[in-house]
């Protein structure tokens, strides 16, 4: 266990980045993650019919 230098939160040996503010341990600063996984599954069209499908998050 390592705490955040930015606001001391705990964070996991194996984390780098503090889930708080984004805070990257490695890089030192505060960085930008990007939900791109989250947002295409969203997006996808069904193959047969191709009306956009829901994600239910299922
Ligand atoms: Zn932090």
């Known amino acids: 266990m390592k705490n955040c230098p930015n606001c ?3 964070i996991l040996d ?3 980045v ?3 503010y984004n805070f ?3 890089e030192n600063k505060i960085i930008e993650i ?3 996984q989250e947002k295409e599954a969203r ?3 069904c193959l047969r019919c191709k009306i956009p499908m829901v994600y239910t998050g299922l």
Request: hydrophobic share 30%.
């Open 43 to 45: 997006e996808i069209d």
């Open 14 to 16: 194996n984390f780098d």
């Open 24 to 26: 990257s341990l490695s």
């Open 18 to 20: 503090c889930w708080n």
């Open 34 to 36: 990007k939900n791109s």
């Open 8 to 10: 001391s939160a705990e």
